[in-house]
């Protein structure tokens, strides 16, 4: 009886964690992009969507991930997260971050778009590299056009 109630734990655990909704690491220089399939270099702009039952999409820039969000049913994404400016490598949640549009950070796929975790770090970039800031859903607005 040991045995088996063991066995039946390891199953559920097994069960439980495959459906994790939590970020993966991005291996930039072998992970592709699930919109555009390029392999995903830069560590500035990656980006990923989660879904309600764990399955990671990875994006080699924000306006991929942005992209690709209109293809799915949104009720099932979990969570959006990028890359950061500061911080590269560094995944923050994409729907509090501040999004900023200046031709002197190019990114990936050509749309100049980079996310700050802060406000104040934006704005202190923008100063130094022009451009203009948005929220995510103002970005989500400005790409879908």
């Given amino acids: 009886m040991e045995r088996s109630c063991l066995i039946s734990i390891v199953i559920f655990a097994s069960l439980f964690l495959a459906c994790s909704t939590k970020p993966q690491e991005i291996e930039y220089g072998f992970d592709g992009c699930h919109f555009c399939k390029m392999t995903i270099v830069d560590k500035i702009h990656g980006a990923e969507i989660i879904t309600k039952k764990g399955k990671v999409f990875k994006f080699d820039a924000i306006e991929c991930m942005v992209n690709y969000s209109k293809e ?74």
């Fill in 72 to 145: 799915i049913d949104l009720g099932t994404v979990a969570g959006y997260l990028t890359n950061h400016y500061e911080n590269p490598e560094e995944l923050i949640d994409a729907t509090k971050a501040t999004f900023l549009i200046s031709e002197s950070i190019p990114s990936p796929m050509g749309a100049f778009l980079t996310a700050f975790e802060g406000k104040a770090e934006a704005a202190r970039i923008q100063v130094e590299k022009g451009g203009d800031l948005y929220s995510w859903d103002e970005i989500l607005n400005q790409l879908k056009q």
